[in-house]
């Protein structure tokens, strides 16, 4: 009779989970440490700054800065996760997702993250890649986004992820490659300007299985020296 007494007086303590903010690794500023929520970093927040970090959002957790970098500097190595309904990151001004090192956003499960110009693959030789994942799950760039800006990015939207910009270049710059796939039914890419897939390095876009992108100018292998390759297939997809 105690031992099933404790085990219900354990029961009765457990909750909903806890908005929560979580830091590990060379993250400036946090450590490692579960960060208070709302986290507010006045200026940069770099998550990965030398060596490896991790950032992670969940169950409606918030963090704001100015500009974030997720794998700062070369060597750097980076993960953040933003998951959960109203998980966000805000940042006010740009957003780099391999800096100069190698680093992975991951939004998913209605997490949301928001900046002004976003880069995936920023400087040459970094690694960026992002995965916006699932219904409500929402990347907002207010302004640009790079995918493979001067370095190596990955961008992939599924299962009903979503992803908006003005411009959007995949393989900006000379010497970058940048692969973009948007896939799966309400899975959506919007430029709400200018689409470029190989600017002047190499870009690939595939869009399946009931993905869509939608631009109002368009154009694939635009400079001297550039590659693109865009594949539409399968019902739906546009």
Avoid: C, H
Avoid at 33 to 51: H, R, S, W
Avoid at 104 to 112: F, M, V
Avoid at 156 to 162: D, F, H, L, Q, V
């Amino acid at each position: 009779m105690r031992k099933l007494a404790l085990v219900l007086v354990l029961m009765a303590e457990v909750g909903p989970a806890r908005a929560s903010v979580i830091t590990a690794g060379d993250v400036d500023p946090g450590g490692a440490a579960v960060q208070p929520d709302p986290g507010a970093v006045v200026g940069e927040l770099l998550v990965g700054k030398t060596d490896s970090g991790t950032l992670t959002i969940e169950n409606g957790g918030r963090v704001y800065n100015t500009s974030g970098a997720v794998g700062f500097e070369a060597g750097s190595t980076a993960v953040v996760t933003v998951t959960g309904a109203n998980s966000t990151w805000t940042n006010s001004d740009t957003l780099s997702v391999g800096f100069a090192g190698n680093s992975t956003l991951n939004i998913e499960n209605g997490g949301r993250v928001s900046n002004v110009s976003g880069a995936v693959g920023f400087e040459a030789d970094s690694t960026g890649v992002v995965a916006v994942t699932g219904v409500n799950s929402t990347w907002t760039n207010s302004d640009t986004l790079y995918v493979g800006a001067n370095g190596n990015g990955t961008l992939n939207i599924k299962n009903g992820g979503r992803v908006s910009n003005t411009l959007g270049a995949v393989g900006a710059l000379a010497g970058s490659a940048g692969a973009v796939t948007v896939t799966g039914a309400n899975s959506t890419w919007t430029n709400n300007d200018t689409l470029y897939v190989g600017a002047n390095g190499k870009g690939t876009l595939n869009i399946e299985n009931g993905g869509k992108v939608s631009n109002t100018f368009g154009a694939v292998g635009i400079e001297a020296g550039s590659t693109g390759v865009v594949t539409v297939t399968g019902a739906n997809s546009t």
